[in-house]
């Protein structure tokens, strides 16, 4: 497999004077008035000792994506992706998720620092001159997205005309949430481990074809008689839940209200999607929400979302089509998170666990879990690029290996025939010695030391890892100070 180099901006991410340097004022040093040419002299040179020549001549500043783009998580989600949308909308016209709902928490910071935990709301809210389309794929709960939007709106970032809504995407009611908690009871021992947002119940009404669409709160004279359906069903199916007329009043009187506040948001979003695409030759990126292994058809099975967070899921859940899409990056954590139960190959569940834990802060943005740790899973990775196809890999929260003197690569399973994949089946390679310093320059990039650069290159290239000979990643390093993008390329490790 071979994965192609990808720029995206002929300007530096340090720009003064840009969007992105007013998000990030950090970077305001005296030193970020050295020329474009002089800091990629100074970032080539950082990385040159320990590339081979091909390598050196790839690095260099992002310079273009496609018209449609799309950001995808590699692995079991809370990857970093919210991040790296958040600074690329600058770049874009339209944001837009396609799938999921509310179980994705995506957590961007404003240029005061204050945080943001988004959930239906895309990332691209905080660029100023970026739309935001929430697709039809998407499971919508509106109570949730009102409390986000106010949210938003109370710390001066305006939604008015720049959130669009699909009229197609479906609505997820409280009682979805009361319905997955009932469920996860049901299933005992063998739970999935779901955020109770109501996500699957949603998903099944859409597919058993009782489900109730956003553009339905136009016709509130059959909306009673919908949810009488939906509610009705509910109760038939669980014993515990309870089910009155009084609730369905209640729930009436409710959407009526959020009909008339939903209305200016109403959009048909695929015309919407495939006119700016086609005739105003506008610039699309599209957000996934969860990852790749939490995808319904090529996840861990049955531990797995309801909606598709693939590639596939970008045209079914915004309604474009296959050939418009482009550069599609997938972001991959330098070590591997999951929350909830399921396959897990490269868990660590000791002490390492813990402290991979503890440093990347990793506790669900939706559900505050702590989230399980464990080493990075290049077979997961192998698998979800031959699944999306990507263009690039963004490679985050490497920082939090820095302080450790060794760390381990999942590089393949054993051929054992096992219901269940468990640490016992992983073939690791121990890194050793590579503790070093991660350290910002003065102009907001990265340097390595010489010669622990140099170690590092010489580990990735032993020949412990010539299984792996095909695979030419390409890695964007989002950095903790300053968020720069910068690419780093691998070869045949």
């Not at 009488?228 to 009187?253: H, I, N, S």
């Not at 967070?309 to 418009?324: F, Y």
């Not at 954590?333 to 909830?340: E, F, W």
Request: aromatic share 8%.
């Amino acid at each position: 497999m071979s994965l192609s180099s990808l720029s995206l901006d002929t300007k530096p991410r340090f720009a003064l004077g840009g969007p992105f340097n007013r998000r990030y004022p950090q970077l305001n040093h005296p030193r970020s008035s050295l020329s474009y040419s002089a800091k990629r002299q100074a970032i080539s040179a950082s990385l040159s000792v320990a590339a081979d020549s091909t390598a050196t001549e790839s690095i260099s500043r992002i310079e273009s994506l496609s018209q449609v783009s799309g950001v995808l998580g590699c692995q079991w989600g809370d990857e970093g992706k919210g991040k790296l949308v958040d600074i690329l909308a600058q770049h874009f016209d339209i944001v837009a998720r396609c799938q999921g709902g509310a179980n994705a928490g995506h957590t961007i910071y404003n240029s005061e620092g204050k945080k943001f935990a988004l959930h239906l709301v895309p990332s691209g809210i905080l660029n100023e001159d970026t739309t935001c389309v929430i697709g039809n794929g998407v499971v919508v709960h509106l109570p949730g997205l009102f409390k986000e939007i106010d949210g938003l709106e109370s710390n001066g970032v305006s939604c008015k005309g720049r959130i669009l809504v699909s009229d197609r995407a479906h609505l997820l009611f409280d009682f979805h949430q009361e319905v997955d908690g009932l469920r996860e009871s049901e299933l005992a021992k063998s739970f999935i481990g779901t955020t109770k947002r109501g996500i699957g119940p949603c998903y099944s009404s859409k597919v058993i074809r009782n489900g109730i669409r956003v553009g339905d709160l136009r016709h509130m004279d059959t909306l009673p008689q919908k949810l009488d359906l939906l509610l009705a069903d509910a109760a038939a199916r669980f014993p515990g839940f309870k089910y009155t007329p009084e609730m369905l009043r209640e729930e009436v009187e409710a959407y009526k209200r959020y009909a008339e506040r939903l209305e200016p948001y109403i959009t048909d979003t695929v015309h919407f999607m495939n006119d700016a695409i086609s005739n105003k030759k506008k610039k699309v990126l599209v957000e996934g929400g969860q990852a790749t292994m939490l995808d319904i058809d090529f996840g861990t099975y049955p531990f797995v979302t309801s909606s598709s967070p693939s590639a596939g899921g970008i045209c079914t859940g915004l309604g474009i089509a296959p050939r418009a899409v482009g550069d599609l990056i997938g972001v991959v954590k330098a070590y591997t998170t999951r929350v909830g139960s399921g396959p897990f190959p490269t868990e660590n569940l000791g002490t390492g666990g813990d402290l991979l834990r503890l440093a990347g802060q990793e506790f669900g943005t939706t559900t505050g879990r702590p989230r399980r740790c464990g080493w990075l899973d290049l077979v997961a990775l192998k698998f979800s690029c031959q699944i999306n196809g990507f263009a690039s890999l963004n490679l985050t929260k490497l920082d939090v290996l820095s302080d450790l003197n060794e760390i381990q690569l999942g590089v393949a399973y054993k051929r054992v025939m096992a219901p269940v994949l468990t640490l016992s089946l992983v073939i690791f390679v121990f890194l050793k010695n590579l503790k070093w310093s991660m350290r910002p320059c003065l102009d907001g990039t990265l340097t390595f030391p010489q010669s622990e650069t140099t170690l590092i290159f010489q580990r990735l290239h032993s020949n412990t890892l010539r299984g792996l000979k095909n695979l030419w990643v390409c890695l964007f390093i989002t950095l903790v100070l300053g968020q720069v993008v910068m690419p780093l390329y691998i070869n045949d490790f």
